[in-house]
């Protein structure tokens, strides 16, 4: 007996086989588009995660210094906010120092110190707003092994800071500008890009139905 080669079964195989291959593609289509929006989206997350770091200060952390300074500077990796900062210089028995306002001139926070602190262990508890609007805080030591009877003219190095109005308006103006206009077309090409192979899959796998 000879069998046909387009006889009912193997004609039905057949179809069988496109289908799956039709729905291999249509999940192909649907997936892959996804994940690499969510690996772009990771990345582009990243870098906005990162807050701003203290990267020095004077005096150091855990430093013995001859006296007392006069003002005690912060540095930080990027130019943080004036608004809200607040440094206290503490002494071993817990009285603050602190002189005045934070002044914020650059990356470095400086606040004065009153005039006749004492010798002895200091504890600066420090707190600002980093560039990316979220606030970062922190303690350091140091050791005088005398006290201070003046306070420094640090008034020619100072920059105001600005009122709290405008200083509230930069965060949002940096993350308007910051905002990653490059990944949010790439995903409206993928999920374009995901909407056409659907299609064509579904065409596909209704054709060989």
Known sequence: MVFSAFSPSRLHRSRRTSAGRARTVLTRAVLAPGLILLVLLGLAAG??????????????????????????????SSVPSGLGAQVEVLDAKGKSWSDGPVRITDNTA???VRAGAPAGEYTVNWRVVSSDSHPIEGVLTFTAESGTSAAPDSA????????????????????????????????????ALAAVLATTARKRLGANR
Not at 60 to 76: C, H, K, M, S
């Open 156 to 191: 020619g190095t100072a920059v105001p800071i600005a009122p709290a109005e405008a200083e509230e308006e930069t965060p949002q103006a940096a993350g308007t500008d910051d905002f990653p206009w490059s990944i949010a077309v790439m995903a409206i090409v993928l999920l």
């Open 110 to 112: 400086e606040q004065s």
């Open 47 to 76: 870098p906005a995660a990162a807050h701003d770091d203290l990267s020095g200060s004077n005096p150091a952390d855990g430093a013995t210094v001859a006296a007392v300074p006069g003002a005690i500077e912060l540095t930080f």
